[in-house]
């Protein structure tokens, strides 16, 4: 498997291996010992606000924690086992112990008929009931007239918990990464985004950067409502950034804008997949799917995106036992990180040049520039007439790239030879 900036696809399985068996919600010990596991990778601060915390309309909840749980038939036998896959109790449950027929029984029962070896995954996070999930034929398998259940659960005022990673660069302006760590074994939805952010913190953390980064790991929906609450001052120097979100499952690369739709992070990311990926998509920013929807509320209006593969709801493994690690391969994983690296790319390296000699085309053979082009290369030769032609001060390596349809790494080639030969100079960064 090929490497790209010294990262294989399964150093990124391996992690999401290691996170795929514990149990998250949106709060709880699940989410900690997540965090925890990231911060052995990248130095993580873990914030935990208290039940009950006012938090812009919201309101922090109770802390839930689980251990067990069980559906027993008269012989004593567990015919559904929350040890053999986290997703069969209703996230949020209540505790619960007690005999019940099988009819009252099948009222607290979710499995998807269509699909009858998957087991759904549901919630309820903010009303007090409980539940299992079951594969439709476990559920065709319940014929005795009465099964003792148990939910082993604790639902109690605690704290929610979320990590966040900040590496200021010579800018004060941010870029946010944010990625939900409220899911218990689910593959794609979102270990995939967890793991590509985890890895991109390492990368950025150990070079030079122009502009600053933040990376939030939070609860879905609460979790970023929570951060905003507590950050109004710190989320007006976001100049853009992602939601990460189901980046490992074999479809193209989807981007859904900002509420705005022609913030510089846009175009950054329409240029990185116009440059890595031809099979991807662009839609418009709609108010429903993940945390994008928070920034770009109407008080903040945060020029976040949302980098995805398969799209929230859209694909059947959606929110099932089907979205495992099987579903997830570490050549789209790869794919995926090349596409953020890109896009780290242009933020780093987009600037504003100006032409030294603007009045007609500089003599380039004789300011040694041809000597810098392989024989033959007339994109690279097309891509120095471009960036001569657009260095005015007024348009960016960026806008050259978008006016003529090259690479932007061949643009930013093209600038560094013209840089080096002294046709160039470079402005204050943009």
């Known amino acids: 498997m090929t490497k790209v900036e010294g990262i294989d696809g399964c150093e990124l399985f391996e992690l999401m291996e290691r996170l795929y068996p514990i149990c998250r919600s949106i709060t709880g010990d699940g989410v900690r010992h997540t965090l925890e596991i990231l911060r052995q990778m990248v130095p993580l601060e873990v914030h935990e606000v208290p039940s009950g915390t006012q938090v812009l309309d919201w309101t922090v909840p109770d802390e839930w924690n689980i251990r067990d749980a069980w559906i027993k038939d008269s012989s004593g036998r567990r015919v559904v086992d929350f040890c053999e896959s986290n997703l069969h109790v209703v996230n949020y449950s209540e505790p619960v112990r007690q005999r019940i027929s099988k009819d009252e029984l099948q009222q607290h029962l979710h499995s998807l008929p269509e699909h009858p070896d998957w087991i759904p995954y549901r919630t309820s996070y903010y009303a007090r009931t409980w539940g299992f999930c079951l594969s439709e034929n476990q559920r065709q398998e319940l014929t005795e007239d009465e099964y003792e259940v148990c939910i082993d659960s604790h639902l109690a005022p605690g704290k929610l918990t979320y990590g966040e990673l900040f590496l200021p660069g010579e800018r004060s302006e941010e870029i946010l990464f944010s990625s939900h760590i409220c899911h218990p074994s689910l593959a794609n939805d979102n270990l995939s ?132 690690l099987n579903f997830v391969s570490p050549d789209q994983l790869l794919a995926s990180w090349e596409c953020l690296h890109r896009i780290i790319f242009i933020l780093e390296n987009n600037q504003h040049y100006r032409n030294r000699f603007p009045y007609g085309e500089p003599q380039l053979g004789k300011k040694g520039v041809y000597q810098k082009i392989e024989a033959g290369n007339q994109e690279l030769k097309l891509a120095i007439l471009w960036v001569l032609n657009l260095a005015d001060g007024k348009h960016s390596l960026l806008d050259t790239a978008e006016r003529s349809k090259l690479p932007y790494r061949l643009i930013q080639n093209a600038a560094d030879i013209l840089l080096r030969q002294g046709l160039l100079e470079k402005l204050t960064p943009i």
């Not at 989320?235 to 900002?258: H, N, P, Q, S």
């Not at 945390?291 to 859209?314: A, K, T, V, W």
């Open 193 to 324: 985004g967890i793991v590509l952010a985890v890895f991109l913190a390492r990368h950025l953390a150990g070079v030079p950067r122009r502009w600053s980064y933040r990376f939030l790991f939070a609860p879905g929906t609460i979790g970023a409502i929570t951060w905003l609450a507590k950050n109004r001052e710190t989320a007006t120097r976001i100049k853009g950034g992602l939601t990460l979100v189901c980046l490992g499952d074999r479809e193209g690369l989807t981007y859904k804008r900002t509420f705005a739709g022609n913030e510089e992070i846009d175009r950054i990311v329409k240029q990185a997949l116009y440059d890595t990926e031809k099979s991807h998509e662009i839609i418009d920013f709609f108010p429903d799917g993940y945390d994008e929807r928070q920034y770009n509320s109407p008080g903040f209006r945060l020029p976040i995106g949302s980098l995805m593969r398969g799209r929230h709801g859209q694909f059947p493994e959606y929110h099932t036992s089907a979205d495992n």
